[in-house]
């Protein structure tokens, strides 16, 4: 009786914050990572190997986590927005498909830097019946889109690079993991 209290207390919790009427420190998350070594010697070009991006349960990737734990590596990270090499077997939730290096690349990109604008720097809107699937169409339909991004991408991010602070945090900005990059940069008020 008191664990199916306690999973109804945690589930009516998670569905009031998705309402956005309970403040995330309440909030439970569901997944911990496992024992994850953040390993500074790991490069940009090692997200070709990442076996998993945080999504529900895929929380303990250690490339993925050492690369956004490390501060300088922004700029090398938007170099990689082009590449179309396909990450095998980590597919796409919701939208199909297999991962590419650039797809994880915004990925880690988002994880680091709260509130990257991606739809507004591609010209596209977020769309209802679909959601964040203007994204996946608009890259996979041409690579100049691709290059497009990363313009734009590096220009706001060369815009704002000043006014970023680390903030530390336990929750991922990307899945339902808590971070072991222990934060992220945020937009400080200019």
């Avoid at 300088?72 to 090499?85: A, C, R, Y």
């Avoid at 991606?118 to 209802?128: A, H, K, P, W």
């Avoid at 996979?140 to 991408?153: D, F, G, I, P």
């Avoid at 970023?164 to 971070?179: F, K, P, Y």
């Amino acid at each position: 009786m008191k664990t199916l209290f306690l999973v109804s207390i945690c589930s009516l919790f998670a569905f009031a914050q998705s309402q956005n009427n309970i403040p995330d420190a309440f909030v439970l998350r569901t997944k911990l990572p496992q024992s994850i070594v953040i390993n500074d010697s790991i490069g940009v070009d090692q997200i070709k190997d990442i076996k998993q991006i945080p999504y529900i349960e895929n929380c303990s990737d250690t490339i993925f986590w050492s690369l956004v734990q490390q501060k300088g590596n922004v700029l090398e990270l938007i170099e990689k927005l082009t590449d179309e090499t396909i990450l095998k077997e980590v597919y796409v939730p919701n939208f199909g498909g297999e991962y590419t290096v650039a797809d994880v690349a915004l990925v880690i990109l988002k994880e680091k830097i709260e509130g990257i604008p991606v739809l507004n720097l591609i010209g596209q809107e977020f769309i209802s019946s679909c959601g964040y699937c203007s994204y996946w169409s608009f890259v996979r339909e041409h690579k100049e889109n691709r290059v497009q991004l990363q313009k734009n991408l590096k220009k706001w991010y060369l815009e704002h690079k000043n006014t970023l602070v680390w903030i530390a945090s336990e929750s991922a900005l990307t899945g339902d993991c808590n971070s072991p990059a222990g934060g992220h940069y945020k937009i400080t008020k200019e």
